[in-house]
């Protein structure tokens, strides 16, 4: 049975389409990295302190004025796995400076006391800080930061992405045609 030629075009376009907006996910994976730069004392940093009842985002201009956690302290530099969820709200409601942007949160589980922690701030661009947390310190493992034309950098790592993606179709299908035409 052959498709049309009409139809073909169609299910071209719409899986042009298709994997247009598919591949946006991947492609903001590829170029969020490219945001990370090494660990910056002078850029000032925000990290985030759990207390029983509340959070705290506390700039800081050097780690030693909380880490190490003194004895005794009554925050946490570790969010707790029964409280991840409560931390995350808490985080992004909390107020920032510009009013057109807003905290954003990732933390990743290393060990039992061990944890990594994205804190961001993500409004017209991306000012964060990645660091691992333990229960007695803060350890910067670089800063993030970015302007508003991060997205022209997705954009291109998605153009380039999508392009090679239908390159190799393309070459696949121009080899499977010859192929198959030679073995007649």
């Keep these: ?34 945001v990370n730069r090494r660990f910056n004392p002078d850029m000032g940093m925000s990290i985030l302190l759990v ?9 800081v201009n050097d780690l030693s004025e909380i880490s190490p956690r003194p004895r005794g302290a009554p ?12 931390v995350e709200e808490q985080v992004r409601r909390y107020p920032s400076r510009n009013p057109d942007a807003g905290w954003i949160i990732q933390v990743k589980t290393l060990g039992p006391e061990r944890q990594q922690i994205r804190l961001e701030l993500f409004g017209d661009g991306i000012r964060g ?5 333990t229960a007695t310190q ?3 493992m670089y800063s993030r930061l970015t ?35 030679t073995q007649q």
């Design 1 to 34: 049975m052959a498709i049309s030629r009409t139809r073909r075009k169609w299910l071209l376009v719409s899986l042009l389409g298709t994997t247009w907006l598919g591949l946006l996910p991947v492609s903001w994976r590829f170029a969020d990295p490219l």
């Design 51 to 59: 207390w029983p009842e509340r959070v705290e985002i506390r700039r």
């Design 75 to 86: 925050y946490s530099f570790l969010v707790p796995p029964d409280r991840h969820r409560w």
């Design 129 to 133: 800080l990645v660091y691992e947390a």
């Design 138 to 140: 803060i350890i910067p």
């Design 147 to 181: 302007g508003p034309l991060f997205t022209l950098v997705v954009i291109v790592t998605h153009s380039a992405l999508w392009g090679i993606l239908w390159l190799g179709v393309y070459l696949a299908s121009r080899f499977l045609s010859h192929r198959h035409g």
